[in-house]
């Protein structure tokens, strides 16, 4: 195949988007418990602010429940205070040298707004791919222009450039549709 642009390079840069879609929705509290609810949380230990993960397991035995098994037993209120401190609307019960975190129900209204956050999520993700899309037709049409391919390798290089684009498009459509389930999942 002649030079043209590098595929290879493109759909890395798609799979980009795609990863970073499934970060920002992976963030998204659903009625549903995930250790990544806590991450924000950073805890007062040994004298400076070290994240939770870096004191505690972070567990999820039930669907609406948490566990933090603190490793250091003195650390169960520090634990217990940055859990409550961290706005995240979360009270801990102290049961020994674990904490248990029941998840409160979301209600409706705030459900939709997840749900609207969801899609301008996807929104930005799919403009970036986009953005790929456009980068690569225009070293399409470059190379063109320059001769260094012909029409025909030109017009096949960016059917499959299209074609990339709509799968991964289609792979975040996908994803928001799972996601937008989970959320509205009473």
Known sequence: MSEGIDIKELKRRMDGAVSAFKSDIASLR????????????????YGSRVPLNQV??????????LTVSVWDKSMVSAVERGIRESNLGLNPIVDGQSLRIPLPELNEERRKSLVKVAHDYAEKSKVAIRHVRRDGMDGLKKAEKDGVIGQ???RAQSERVQKMTDETISEIDRLLGEKEKEIMQV
């Open 30 to 45: 659903t009625g549903r418990a995930s250790a990544n609810i806590l991450d924000p949380v950073t805890i007062e230990a």
């Open 56 to 65: 505690a397991n972070i567990t999820v035995p039930e669907p609406r429940m």
């Open 152 to 154: 025909d390798e030109s």
